[in-house]
């Protein structure tokens, strides 16, 4: 998924992403995150891992692309982000660019953005 306007993935520098650890076994896994059963929240390294999931898309921090990400949904509504997510409208941002579902704590920062989340 490229969100952000700088063709890297989804926020800028200060963005805090969701938390995702790897443990013992080298397999990602969510802290902050819940997994809805339409897949928001599963964890991924790519597009491709969330294909077969209404969250098609990869959120993925750019600051450590190599780091797991979560799966999102784009050009949502509000309806289509459940549990904890947001649907954040970044079409005005000068750092991000789409409309997607965010976890909660990544919604608080894209305000910072010029993102509107609901």
Known sequence: ???????TLLLAATFA????????????????AAVED???????????????????ACALNPMAP???GYCTIEDCVAEDCT?????????ASSMVDGVFCASAEDASMVGAYGCTCE
């Open 66 to 68: 190599d780091d797991p």
């Open 1 to 7: 998924m490229n969100l952000a306007r700088t063709g």
């Open 38 to 56: 339409n897949g928001l929240g599963t964890p991924c390294a790519d597009d491709t891992d969330c294909a077969d999931l209404e969250a098609a």
């Open 83 to 91: 549990g904890d997510y947001q649907c954040c409208d970044c079409s």
């Open 17 to 32: 992403f969701a938390g995702c650890f790897y443990d013992t076994d080298g397999e990602p896994k969510l802290i902050d």
